[in-house]
């Protein structure tokens, strides 16, 4: 079993930056890629960012391309998600996820999420 944490959600408003930050504890070895995904009611969830733990491979979705960095602490098994330029179109609940690896897209163990708000 795989534990996620995550943290650093709030409200901020447009054009500012916040830090999230996912705590994996448990089985960490048997993962091997994180990534955050993100969903707001009605709509679905929409992955936004990816990385490998050994930092060689990261995806970002294009909506987050330039604005949103992820990144890892090895020594703190511990994924961060750093969100600049941020817009209302942002606000969602935030999750981060665990995979075997970087290439599978069956994300195994979940967050339990943290609300992101943007206001205009």
């Known amino acids: 079993q795989v534990q996620l944490v995550e943290s650093g959600g709030g409200l901020v408003q447009a054009g500012g930056s916040l830090r999230l930050s996912c705590a994996a504890s448990?089985?960490?070895?048997?993962?091997?890629?994180m990534g955050w995904f993100r969903q707001v009611p009605g709509k679905e969830r929409e992955r936004v960012a990816a990385v490998s733990w050994s930092g060689d491979s990261t995806y970002y979705a294009d909506s987050v391309k330039g604005r949103f960095t992820i990144s890892t602490d090895n020594a703190k098994n511990t994924v961060y998600l750093q969100m600049n330029n941020l817009k209302p179109e942002d606000t969602a609940v935030y999750y981060c996820a665990s995979t075997t690896s970087y290439n599978n897209y069956s994300y195994k163990y979940w967050g339990q999420g943290t609300q992101v708000t943007v206001s205009s």
């Open positions: 448990g089985r960490t070895f048997s993962q091997s890629a």
